[in-house]
Structures are given as C-alpha cells and as structure tokens.
C-alpha cells in the first residue's frame, strides 16, 4: 500500500516573460478568477518577482501570457507595499483627473503624460480569496488604474492624444519590430 505524503507543495520561484506591445494578448480582456488556487499563488509569487526583476510598480497578468483577472503592484522602493488585486474594480473616484507620467513593461523605454484621478475607492480579493475595499491616492491610485486597463486590453497608449501618439510613433514602431 501506498503512503501518502504530508509534504506541502512550495511554489517554484520563476521570471516570468514580459509580453511587449504589439503582442495580441495585451489587447484581450482577462477572465473572471473563480477559485484560488495553488497554481494562482504561484503565479501571483512569480509574477512579484518579474515585476521586481525589471524595476516596475506594476504588472498584469496578461503581461506574462496569462488571461486571469490579476495584478500586483508595489509603489514603495523598499517592498513594503505589496498588493495583490484578483478580481479588480473601481468603485468611487474622488477627484479629476491629473497628468502623471508613465511608463510601462510591455513599453520598455516609453513614458508619457496621461490623465488620471488620482483618488479612487477600489474593490477586489486578495490573495486568500477574502473580499477587500480600500482608498488609493497619488502613485497607487494611478498604477492600480494603469494596470485595472491592462486586464480590460487596454494600453496606456490608448489614452494619449492624436499630439502625444504622434510624438511616439517611432518609438512604437521600433516596438513592432
């Protein structure tokens, strides 16, 4: 007779593969998460360390090839502020919206000025599945925003005006290449 084994699985800590524009999947919309798996902590476990790898505050996981409705973020320098947002929405914005310069993954060397609010109420599951509602200003309330679009295939870039895309057409095109 077989033994069955009390050992518990620990993830597998791996970097994962930035997705860059023009990648298709940037552009789909991510699926619902119903169930929080071993598999979704490890891919929320590697996509920190992605995110951290290459200097972000932020990251989707449509960045790294997967269609779940999560992302990460950490707007501190020292890693103190990590969130895990599953399931992500808006509830209130508090304030009109303000120019902030970013930057993102998927655009390596890319920044531009778009126009956000910078207070929000925000709704989502954290990573043991429990339901959370927080207030987000300044930084954290413009990268939660950023990366809420990326799982609606939306990129920063579709924010800029006919002026500001014009100025990064080369940029981008090199992008496609």
């Known amino acids: 007779m077989e033994q069955m084994s009390d050992t518990i699985q620990l993830p597998k800590p791996a970097i994962l593969d930035i997705r860059t524009y023009p990648d298709p999947i940037l552009r789909e919309r991510c699926k619902e ?15 920190f360390l992605t995110m951290y790898k290459n200097n972000g505050v932020g990251l989707s996981a449509n960045q790294v090839g997967r269609l779940e409705r999560i992302f990460v973020m950490d707007t501190s320098i020292d890693g103190d502020k990590r969130h895990v947002f599953i399931n992500p929405e808006i509830v209130e914005t508090t304030t009109e919206p303000e120019r902030w310069k970013e930057g993102c993954l998927s655009f ?7 126009k956000r609010p910078t207070k929000i109420k925000v709704r989502a599951l954290n990573e ?10 300044g930084l954290d309330a413009i990268c939660f925003q950023h990366e809420l679009d990326h799982l609606n295939g939306i990129i920063f870039v579709d924010h800029l005006s006919p002026v500001q895309k014009n100025l990064i057409k080369k940029r981008l095109a090199n992008l496609k290449k």
């Open 33 to 47: 998460v119903s169930e929080i798996t071993f598999e979704i902590k490890e891919l929320i476990q590697n996509m």
């Open 108 to 114: 390596p060397d890319i920044f531009v000025f778009v």
């Open 128 to 137: 043991q599945g429990e339901k959370v509602e927080t207030n987000l200003e």
